[in-house]
């Protein structure tokens, strides 16, 4: 079965950081162009950060710049979303998805619909509060 399985979410105080982990699952992420998605409750899901094939191209929502850092370790078949400085607004279940076509630029791909996007996994849930 072709899928992203999503961990590393959790509960955490604000200012404090996660790193989350994307492990692709039957297909190899080297040649894909990855991206972290999120979904609050009672809101629409949202571009976080996306990582093109080659690492060349990375985009950052106006949100978390500065705070998060996307990166992919191809030997491990995973890509990673460091998070620092988090905050209650962040909470939200965080999801992955590659792109089945090439995108006109990573800010495409971080921008809804995300009707190219496929292999969501279940996503993972991390829950800012004191």
């Known amino acids: 079965q072709l899928q992203f399985v999503e961990s590393g979410g959790g509960l955490v105080q604000p200012g404090g950081s996660l790193r989350l982990s994307c492990a692709a699952s039957g297909f190899t992420l080297d040649i894909a162009d990855v991206g972290w998605f999120r979904q609050a409750p009672g809101k629409e899901r949202e571009g976080v950060s996306c990582?093109?094939?080659?690492?060349?191209?990375?985009h950052y929502a106006d949100s978390v710049k500065g705070r998060f850092t996307i990166s992919r370790d191809n030997a491990k078949n995973t890509v990673y979303l460091q998070m620092h400085n988090l905050s209650p607004e962040d909470t939200a279940v965080y999801y992955c998805a590659t792109s089945l076509f090439v995108p006109d630029s990573m800010q495409a791909m971080c921008a809804p619909p995300y009707h190219d996007m496929a292999y969501w996994g279940k996503g993972t849930l991390v829950t800012v509060s004191s």
């Open positions: 990582i093109s094939s080659g690492d060349e191209r990375i």
